[in-house]
């Protein structure tokens, strides 16, 4: 069963434009949610969080929503950038248990930004 | 300079052979994972360590071992019963989970 789902495997972007990313969740015990960044054979880098006590977190060019009623985030990247063409994942952690948690990863959705 | 250094980073296996996928942090990390990445399924969980000599299966664990001697190190095995070993494993470690993981490199694991 798919606990983190990212539904779009791949979105296509013209420079300078909005990228927006999805993600779904059916777990109603996640309550922190990452995105990670992840260029081909390397590992993935951590992008930016959100807690679910917010409903918005904001660094840079990038911006996490989360809707808790729907279950559902999305990063978005403002202006997009060639250089942000990468394979994103969106990932979740449930509070409980220890402090480390891990992680539920998403598919993944592979970016393309065009000059 | 701290990170995770995984390797080797390509590794090539024959049918019935077991081989040990080594990483390494110097973090001072308690927690350790292993994850396993297949083209469309995203990043899935074979094997975490949360403290010394102390390890849970993941979702994925079947074929694979692992150890976790040092707090420094958390190899992962991967068996001959692992019937579709070829993939990306990744390793990633964390201090805390509102800290995120810090990935290594990879392993790119092919079967020959």
């Known amino acids: 069963d798919q606990q983190v789902k990212q539904n779009s495997p791949s979105l296509s972007v013209q420079e300078g434009r909005i990228s927006i990313l999805n993600c779904d969740y059916t777990?109603?015990?996640?309550?922190?949610f990452l995105w990670y960044k992840k260029y081909p054979a390397e590992g993935p880098t951590f992008l930016i969080s959100i807690s679910s006590i917010k409903d918005k977190n904001e660094d840079g060019r990038f911006t996490v929503f989360l809707n808790k009623s729907a279950k559902h985030l999305s990063l978005h990247i403002v202006p997009s950038q060639p250089g942000d063409s990468a394979v994103y994942f969106c990932?979740?952690?449930?509070?409980?248990?220890?402090?480390?948690?891990?992680?539920?990863f998403g598919q993944g959705t592979i970016l393309t930004v065009h000059p | 300079d701290g990170g995770i250094t995984q390797s080797p980073k390509y590794l090539f296996r024959k049918e019935g052979q077991n081989v040990t996928l080594s990483c390494e942090q110097n973090?001072?990390?308690?927690?350790m994972y292993w994850y396993r990445q297949d083209p469309g399924q995203g990043l899935r969980l074979i094997y975490y360590s949360q403290i010394v000599n102390d390890f849970q299966k993941g979702d994925i664990a079947e074929g694979y071992s692992v150890s976790r001697e040092k707090k420094e190190s958390f190899p992962l095995t991967v068996t001959s019963a692992q019937k579709n070993p070829t993939a990306f494993y990744l390793c990633?470690?964390?201090?805390?989970?509102?800290?995120?993981?810090?990935f290594g490199s990879g392993t790119r694991l092919t079967v020959v």
């Open positions: 990932a979740a952690s449930a509070s409980g248990g220890t402090s480390y948690g891990k992680l539920t």
């Open positions: 777990n109603s015990m996640f309550d922190y």
């Open positions: 990633a470690s964390s201090i805390h989970r509102l800290e995120g993981y810090t």
């Open positions: 973090l001072n990390h308690d927690a």
